[in-house]
């Protein structure tokens, strides 16, 4: 029973009870009320509506045999360039064939020492090389920048904070590797982003803390290396990244003191964190997610600013350039930080960050949202990697891969739980659909998230009959007994009224076709699922050398109610490896007795 109707007859009974009681005072037994049984009442419901990302479990693929933090970028229609942290360096990886393969790695940025003090005596610092990002301009050239921690010892004890961005050019179509330049110095500076505007103007994102630091001070063991508030920062080139906007500049008698001055200051809250910026551009704006200990755990937030006066003033506390990032305000318990935020050509755009939400509070996993326009409001969440509970997901990014993907690439100690490794996944991206014609030429749905198995969907339509094409792949077929379920196939799900309901009614209905072409089928009727007839229903098989294809005929005089305008439709998919284990797994954000989660298909 769900929700809606536990309510309703709480208040059933309310009002019952309160009309026995008042009738127990009247002296006619006979106008004692009689209680009726819980009448059912569909509950029409806001429909998920817009994109939705499906995930293929196929295409996880290990990119290097350690490290963290990777992102990545397209050069061409088949070259991807990838950056990624190992052992303190940052490493680069080439890929031809559009990830398939890739070359061996070379170091960008190198792990390096250079002398502090601890009082009068010399130590040495460890200049580790982290959260490396990198960025194609309009011009060929590649951009890459990373952040650096120091790193000392002292009595046993590490100590270890953030400190510095270093940038280096790749000219000349990516063969040439100019020196490292250092552009910025300061305690809290880490999480560099770059963004090109459009007038080929390059900017630097990154977080800083917000008191400047004498340089001799940071390499000092005298120098507290708590940060009591990070802010968002930003410093710019117009040469393409030779000469930046930051400098060192010397104060007190004699020049006595020097900092690094010349940033922006975008974002800031009073004693609180704002980091780890991710840029992007939204229609006429800037965008920037990053994340916001507001209260006490951290939250995406976006701030934005036109581009073509961008950033006049710094953003803080609370104002109307400055948004939380999700729809749905979450608990303070999940801790939800380290964004990325990539812009779609299609008009949406989408935002990644790590969550503890479910899980152990050590073990964090990535997360995708979606908005649909302006970068507000973000929601259809979906978890890329499938990974069990034990086992992080973490330092993520996104790249648009194509018109149909995207790609999430993560840090995970999946398959090994001494070591992180950089990962990727692919995201198919499904939208609602418009079907005009009898023809099936492409298959947009995808489902396949959970195992090596998935189905790919598409829909014909004609005066009389509703087509399905589905092409599952499955490289262990389990046959169903004739009349279970138990066993590979698939499952259509059709609101033909298209009434969006919380739960399924009369028009509602849904369909186990098994890989062999057995059909079985279910009626909605008040919020169950009834067992109904599959006359209506024909079906093609066909055996593939990967699994098998359904050719699926629905007459719509079956269909009651069918809406001529459009409907609802999902589908899952069923993965067996013997008939006593498998699993079910729906489209994206789809759930089975929902139809309001179903996906909008119009005629």
Known sequence: MNIFRIYKSIIYFAIASSTLFIACDRDDDDDVPVIVDDVYTPVEMTPVSGLRIAWDYSSLQQLADEGSSPEM????????????????????????????????????????????????YELTYTDLMVQPTIVLLENGDLLAACGVRYRYTVSDSDIEFPASIRVRRIAENGTVMEPVQEVYTNLGCEHPDFLQLPDGVVQLYFSNGSSSVDLEMMSSTELSVDIEEQRIEMISSGDGGQTWSGAVEEFGPDGMYSAWTGSKVIASRANKNNNCPSATIVNNDIVIAYGDNNTVTYKPYVVRSSITNNWPYPITGDTPDRDYALYEILPEKYNMGVPDLVSLPQGETILAYETNAGRPSDKKIMEVAISSENAMDFKHRTRPFPFSLDTEAVGNSLLYFNDSSVVALTSTDFQNN?????????????????????????????????????????????????????????????????GTENGDGIYLYIDAPNRSLLDVDAGIFKF????????????????????????GVEVIETATDSGYKLAITLSKEELVNFNTDGIRFGVGLSDFVNPEEGKTELLSLCEDMRSSTWLKVSF
């Open 418 to 482: 001494e070591t992180l490794a950089p990962w990727m996944i692919k995201g198919y991206l499904v939208n609602e659909l418009v079907i005009n014609k009898r023809e099936i030429e492409n298959h947009p749905i995808f489902v396949g998230g959970q195992s090596e198995a998935n189905i790919r969907v598409g829909l014909g339509i004609d005066e009389t009959n509703l087509y399905v094409d589905a092409l599952a792949i499955d490289p262990t077929p389990v046959l169903a007994e004739a």
């Open 512 to 535: 186990w076709i098994s890989s062999k072409g057995e059909v079985v089928r279910w009626d909605g009727k008040e919020g169950s699922w009834i067992p109904g007839s599959s006359d």
């Open 73 to 120: 970028i397209r050069l061409s229609d088949s070259s991807l360039v990838m950056v990624y942290e190992s052992a303190g360096s940052i490493h680069l990886k080439k890929s031809l064939n559009n990830g398939v393969s890739w070359d061996n790695s070379s170091v960008l940025f190198s792990k390096s020492t250079h002398k502090g003090y601890d009082g009068e």
